[in-house]
T-cell receptor, first 115, second 117 residues
């Protein structure tokens, strides 16, 4: 149980285009999902907390208009990187909160490369 | 100020030996949770074990156990009888409440564990 999928696993795009990443909880409902960014050999950095049916809460320094988050259902949250630039290249990983301790279960991650 | 500290950037351990990964934390919240995650080279984060701040006993989950010393604010992960498949990055994380009424995880910098055959 507690499986989270993420799609796509890898994406390469041109500078200026927008990229959408989907995060789904497959066998449980998640009112809260999280989006992280991870640079090579670094720890996870929380970007935003996504609550179903309400606006996402962004961490300090994360641009709301650049990283659009939508949590339209209890099993799906999306992150759209708008007008992507090479500095947005990174590993993006989502998680969904569930289980008895409010454990965050993570998706497999999406590696974004912006040319 | 760093809230989760993992002082071992890398460790090399012989197969079948036990290994302890260190984690210390800092919080003024009386209610918190501590988690350990494993991140293999493939990138996914795998939940290993959880310890609640009010739990009286140390958490155990198969070969994983958590040495929770509340007064010292430490939550070390112990892996018994290490296997080659244990080679990965290990992250300690603490769950705290935020000003917005949410909860969030704060991660340590991680320890890269390499099991030597």
């Amino acid at each position: 149980g507690a499986v989270v999928s993420q799609h796509p696993s890898r994406v390469i795009c041109k500078s200026g285009t927008s990229v959408k990443i989907e995060c789904r909880s497959l066998d449980f409902q998640a009112t809260t999902m999280f989006w992280y960014r991870q640079f090579p050999k670094k720890s996870l950095m929380l970007m935003a907390t996504s609550n179903e049916g309400s606006k996402a809460t962004y961490e300090q320094g994360v641009e709301k208009d650049k990283f659009l988050i939508n949590h339209a259902s209890l099993t799906l949250s999306t992150l759209t990187v708008t007008s992507a630039h090479p500095e947005d290249s990174s590993f993006y990983i989502c998680s969904a909160r569930g289980g008895q301790w409010g454990t965050q279960y993570f998706g497999p991650g999406t590696r974004l490369t912006v040319l | 100020a760093q809230k989760i500290t993992q002082t071992q950037p890398g460790m090399f351990v012989q197969e079948k030996e036990a290994v302890t990964l260190d984690c210390t934390y800092d919080t003024s919240d009386p209610s918190y949770g501590l988690f350990w995650y494993k991140q293999p080279s493939s990138g996914e984060m795998i939940f290993l074990i959880y310890q609640g701040s009010y739990d009286q006993q140390n958490a155990t989950e198969g070969r994983y156990s958590l040495n929770f010393q509340k007064a010292r604010k430490s939550a070390n992960l112990v892996i018994s009888a290490s296997q080659l498949g244990d080679s990965a990055m290990y992250f300690c994380a603490m769950r705290e409440s935020t000003n917005f009424g949410n909860e969030k995880l704060t991660f340590g910098t991680g320890t890269r564990l390499t099991i030597i055959p």
